[in-house]
């Protein structure tokens, strides 16, 4: 197409929604795109970083989609890789919940659970499922109904509440039950006994959530949205510009007209010294939040409220290296004990031998949930890295001498929190955005949906095709406009 006739879209963020956008534009060519982004390196939540030759994902990501396109998406992106030993591997599913010094397989296996669980704990759980099948909670509210439903008191305070908890920050009765609809979504107790005895003669109806197959590249899931960002700008011409916080938002009659942006890597920077961005379309990833409180002028105060009111919980990694091999066979190692605060481990060497630089070390990431106002998330790195370490050796699982070495990561907005109200709250704002003529809402944060990479990512290619849509529109209307003309002439 004609330079002087593509349009300008303007995306932020560089996580796995605004490269998918980018490279969906780009690939029908109509488009020039800019991407800003506020960290230095792509991927948002889903990059890979490394520290002493160790890689780390922000906790381990595992590429699973129930969507053939996406799988096709990714399978297609990394093919290319392969050159580089960078493979997309497939693997099984291994994680375990730790509990009162035992592990318990996760999805829940009725033969273990009874190993793990004194007789007496099995009764009063079986008699507890069978008291709430019989006498169900019928105003389903919260996350703590909707589980209870399905498994019983019992085994909802042991194998959901604490971890839960630890992962929102809240009571199970002030979350949500559409997080647990979406989560667990056909899950059931009795599903789990069901898959556990004949799961693999069902293989293909597995509900998601007992699913045991998934993919990961070799060099950390980070390393496929590096690649994608390669692509943009070497083989299609896009625009990525890192360090670019997008601070302002100006608008006109329900129109985006630019975008303000400081540098984050220059300390010395402040707002008045701003780029600014113009383009015909925006698509935004940023959290919600920030995006209304941005707008330039604000917007009614209703609006503004209900802005302030989205909550976001924020995550601490503590990204060990252990001078052990085998440490234990799991992906994922759910934490459930109340005696220590982290939520889960992930044990990176299970997911790649290439993300360690050792065969005789392993790569641990321990998850602590926290809020920005929090003491833990004020706290100094050094702190709680020793917070790190002496939580696993009380667990007996490493001794803090075992550990050579380790580094904090920090990300604010890690997961969009759906309390009791957030519903309201994101009606109010989804109600005055829509009638943005030229503003697209996609990925986890910017839509405040507990999106992984695949829903993220579909959020995005139905925003690139609605904006697809609207330019043949627009372009139909011209030549039907066009042809009058020529028959007046
Ligand atoms: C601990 C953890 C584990 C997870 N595990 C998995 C998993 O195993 N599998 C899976 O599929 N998904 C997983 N996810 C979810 C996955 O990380 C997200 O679904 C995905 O990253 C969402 O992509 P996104 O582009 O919407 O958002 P993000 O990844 O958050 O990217 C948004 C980008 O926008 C940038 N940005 C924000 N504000 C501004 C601004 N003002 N100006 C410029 N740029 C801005 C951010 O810096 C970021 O780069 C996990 C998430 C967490 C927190």
Redesign the pocket.
Known sequence: MDEKLKKNVVI????????TAAFELLKSSNFNVQI????SV?????KTLEYKKCKFD???????TESEKINKWWHDVMEEERIYGNDFIQLSRFTRIYYKNHLFHYPLQPLNVLRGLSIFECIRCILSYLKIRMFPIKNVSSFQDWVTNRFGHRLFSIFFKTYTEKVWGISCKEISADWAAQRIKRFSLSSAIFYAFFGRWFKKNVPRTLNDKFFYPSFGAGTLWNKVCRKIYQDYGGKIALN????RIKHKNFKIKSLL?YNSSDKANDERNLTEHFGDYFLS???LK?LIL?LDPLPGKMIVNAAKKLCYRA?I?VNLIVNKKNICPDHWLYIHEKEVMMGRIGNMNNFSMYMVDDDNHTGLSL?YFTYEHDVLWKMSDDKILEIGKAELQKMGLVKSEDIIDGMILR?G???PVYDANYQDHLRIILDYLNNFSNLKL?????LHQY??????MISAIQSVEDIIKNEELILSNQFVKNEKHDLVV
């Open positions: 932020i963020g560089a996580g796995p929604a605004g490269l800003l982004e506020k960290d792509v991927g948002g939540l889903s922000i906790g381990p990501h595992h590429f699973i670019q916080n997008v601070v942006t990833s940023m959290p920030d941005r995550l990694t998850e990300e907005y890690a997961y996609m990925g986890r944060n910017g999106n992984n990479m695949d829903l993220a």
